[in-house]
């Protein structure tokens, strides 16, 4: 029962696929995802969150001119449409000013209030820049020595019989060198997996970690430090890495896949990785203090943005070696991905919070030009590099890097094509479309096992037993493939084909704990 991971790489269709999908789909709906309208744009240039002004004096011919805030205003709906993204925040920065600052769509898809400016999203892992920020700011004050190992900061031992532990430093943290894991299994102790410092691997364990350290350093929780040294400098009135009662009206809900809104998380611990909640426009506020250099002696800010580590091309969380070209193009800095582009040098990061939010931000210092892009939804990473081409006029590296499957692709446009039409009939057409296609055309695995769980999230559990029935007889070596189609199967209240496949998929790993677990309810029944 191996869900579909946060960032997943996919492997496309033939054109042709894609086309006869999309064409039966309009035919049916007239525009995909036509079931959730972003609605109108919900605050005028202008205008921030809680009517704080802001500048938006634009240069002629500049990237964040009148014609680009047309352009997106125009693209932005469009993409969530097709996209299935509920929810869309957007802030942009021109010459290390906010220049313009809009909501588009709904916080709620079952409420159905609009997003506007003063909507509070998630920030995920957008959180981890902020907090960086804070740390720089206690190198600049002499509290904290970006190469001395924590553990001379931090007494006792935070890692069990692994004397690596005493290499780790901030500045490995921040460069997600630790050799630690993005998070350790529940309830497992927490490991090193690599020395220290010799590659990358992406990890929200690290930040914890360096979290305790900046707590015991300053005698202080993370929400007040993090309140005292950056948000209140930096007028992020809205801001805060626990929850605040004032995000009760004002929560955009996060949403998965399917489209389903999730339950609110009110953090009342934060936690520097992942916690933070603001707004478009707070988050712009933070882009351009780094831009300009505010709060940091130039000497501290350069070493942010100073590439210290190149990333791996073949992988994100690298805590076991993975095979693949270092990349040329994006690399690490303290706290914050940066990447070579044809603008210049940039920095930026991505945030993805269990596929209900995703998030990402981006800025080159040569114009001092940015923007910040949040949603509410696990869809909303699928049209972010869009609005980014049409922001910057260029695809950024960093998509190529992180694989989030586009809102385009012909596995998503199936899965619009489902709601519609029903699995029998797309299925049909699928199967056609491939009769002459290779294997690189074919769904994956993966892709199909997506398709199958968003399906049972949409309530549409039959369907979802002939996707999976498909992927097994695409993948019948696949011990996940019958796991969950006989998870479908028990969906659907058909107990001995639930058994059948389950007992098929314990065959084929009988390390499948899982499937031991649902025989044992199952036949106990």
């Known amino acids: 029962m191996i869900r579909p991971l946060d960032q997943s790489r996919f492997v496309s269709f033939s054109r042709v696929l894609a086309f006869v999908i999309l064409a039966g789909l309009l035919a049916v709906t007239g525009t995909i995802g036509a079931e959730r309208e972003p609605g109108p744009i919900s605050q005028p240039v202008g205008i921030s969150d809680r009517g704080r002004s ?81 740390v720089m700011k206690l190198v600049d004050a002499g509290k904290l020595d970006l190469d001395t190992p924590v553990v001379k900061y931090l007494p006792g031992s935070y890692v069990e019989n692994d004397n690596r532990v005493n290499a780790i430093t901030a500045r490995l943290v921040l460069s997600h060198t630790t050799g630690f894991p993005n998070w350790r299994p529940f309830g497992q102790p927490l490991k090193i997996y690599f020395e220290p410092g010799s590659r990358f691997s992406y990890s929200g364990e690290g930040f914890v970690y360096l979290q305790k350290v900046v707590e015991h350093i300053t005698g202080k929780g993370l929400t007040e430090v993090m309140k005292e040294m950056v948000l209140d400098p930096l007028d992020m009135r809205s ?44 988050y712009a506020r933070f882009m351009t203090a780094l831009l300009n250099g505010t709060g940091l002696k130039p000497e501290t800010r350069s070493k942010m943005l100073t590439p210290q580590v190149k990333v791996n091309e073949g992988c994100v969380n690298c805590t076991f070696a993975v095979p693949g070209p270092l990349s040329e193009r994006v690399g690490w800095g303290l706290g914050v991905g940066l990447e070579q582009t044809g603008l210049g040098p940039g920095f930026w990061h991505w945030g993805d919070n269990n596929s209900e939010y995703h998030c990402f931000m981006a800025a080159f210092e040569g114009k001092k030009t940015g923007i910040v892009i949040f949603t509410n939804s696990g869809n909303g990473l699928s049209i972010v590099p869009e609005i980014t081409s049409i922001t910057f006029g260029i695809k950024l590296p960093a998509f190529d890097w992180l694989h989030y499957e586009p809102y385009n692709s012909p596995a998503k446009i199936m899965f619009q094509s489902v709601l519609t039409q029903g699995a029998a009939a797309v299925l ?15 769904l994956s695995e993966s892709q199909m096992n997506g398709l199958g769980y968003r399906l049972l999230q949409k309530g549409k559990a039959s369907d979802a037993v002939e996707i999976f029935k498909q992927n097994v007889a695409d993948y019948p070596a696949s011990a996940n493939a019958y796991d969950s189609l006989g998870e479908a199967y028990t969906k659907v209240g058909d ?31």
């Open 239 to 282: 801001s805060s890495y626990v929850w605040q009662d004032i995000y009760d009206t004002r929560i955009a809900v996060g949403h998965s896949e399917a489209g389903i809104a999730r339950v609110v998380r009110k953090p009342s611990e934060p936690n520097a990785a992942a916690s933070l909640h603001t707004t478009a426009t707070d």
């Open 428 to 442: 049909i057409k699928y199967r056609e479309s491939r009769t002459s296609a290779s294997k690189s055309e074919v």
């Open 495 to 525: 107990k001995e084909q639930a058994i059948k496949n389950y007992k098929k998929s314990l065959e084929l790993n009988p390390e499948n704990k899982n499937a031991v677990q649902a025989l044992k309810k199952l036949e106990a029944k």
């Open 54 to 134: 802001v500048d938006n004096r634009s240069s002629a011919g500049s990237p964040q001119g009148t014609d680009l805030s047309a352009k997106l205003e125009k693209a932005i709906p469009r993409l969530m449409r097709e996209g299935d993204v509920p929810g869309v925040s957007v802030a942009l920065i021109e010459n290390g000013e906010i220049v313009y600052s809009r909501g588009f769509g709904i916080k709620n898809a079952n409420t159905r209030g609009p997003v506007d400016t003063d909507t509070i999203f998630e920030a995920a892992s957008l959180s981890k820049p902020v907090f960086a920020y804070a």
